[in-house]
Structures are given as C-alpha cells and as structure tokens.
C-alpha cells in the first residue's frame, strides 16, 4: 500500500466516523427508515456522497454497536400499498454518544491534501495534466458553491414571507450553510490563482 492509498484510508475512516455520527444525530430528531435517513443527510449535508447502500450498512454497523435499534415494520406513509418499511430511532447508548461526540475537541484541520503534495512536486511536463485537474476540481467546487447559493437563497425567501425561521433547526442550517459556502469560494480563489500561476509556468510567462 502506497502513501496515497494510506492517506486515502485515513479520510476514508475520518468521513465514515463522521457521517456515522451524523446519522445517530439525525435519529435524535425521530424514527427514520432508510431513505427517509438518506433523503435527510443529502438535505442536510449536500457536500455528502451518501449512497443507500451506505446507509444501510452505517445503520447495520449502527446497530450492532447498540447505538441504534430497529422498530417493529411499519406502513409506508408514501408508498405502494401493503409496502411494510423499518424505521430506526437512536437508543439512550447512541444519544449519550451523540452528546460526547458534540462536546469533543475538534480534529486538527488538514491543509496538505493530495493538490498541494502534487504541486510540490510536479515538474514542468505535468503541467498540462495538472491543470486538467485543477480545472476538475474547480468544476466539482463550483457545483457545491452552486448547491450551497440555491438552499441560502431559499431560507432567505422563507424570511422574506415571514415564515418562522428563527428557531435552533433553522438558524444552525444557516450558520452550517454559510461555514461550507465560505469554505468553498475560499477553495475556488485558491484554485484559480492556482490555475493561472500554472498556465503562466507552462507557457514561460508572468502570472499577473
């Protein structure tokens, strides 16, 4: 295993006990079946790749370490007649997790991602590849910005007809809404620059 497959692993293993986590947080609220569960971490986290088969094996991982627990199946509200569903509600073990986990020091940032470690060093023939994927990534961070813009823009009509936006839900979408928006624009002035400063390299010029 190489270093980057390493690296990998590690912010693999880092996401997965986050969003595992989240689920249990998202549980807090109420019973939830599966899609309903997934349906509520696309909502809340859209920075998130959440497949249902993750939630499903999260949920089988959730339970067998007692932090959830399944609830006798029950009619689907929306579905096909007779379609019986399972939902799940985070047990007294996983609210005293939650708890624990929300009171712990925060992990130390990681600056140097994969970007940065091929920046120091890349030569000058992988100049045009690594802008390609420079471009990529400033596409892929243009979208989230995007995805980001359109839900702030919705609470902002929620307040502009008047409608109670002011309590703790609310309020802590917004501030999580305004966290990942400035995390991402500051992620596209970086890049951008970064792009142009390679493009200058690649063609023996000035960056302005």
Known sequence: M?????ATAEEQTRDWSRLQDALIGFLAGGPLDAAALRRAVEH???GSDVSSQFVNVMLDR??????VESLPPGASSGGPPRRMVVRY??????LEHLREWLRSPLPTPQIHDELLTRLVVCSRSDAPRLIELVKERIGWCSKQALSLQFI???IAELRDDGLPVHDWRTTTRVLARDCELAYWTAQLGFLEEVRE????LRDGRRSR
Do not use: I, K, W
């Not at 190489?2 to 390493?6: A, E, F, K, M, Y």
């Not at 400063?197 to 200058?200: K, R, T, Y």
């Open 2 to 6: 190489n270093l980057g497959q390493v």
């Open 44 to 46: 809340g986290l859209p």
């Open 62 to 67: 959730l339970s067998r370490s007692g932090f």
């Open 89 to 94: 509600r985070a047990t007294d073990r996983g």
């Open 152 to 154: 702030s823009d919705e």
């Open 197 to 200: 400063m390679l493009e200058a």
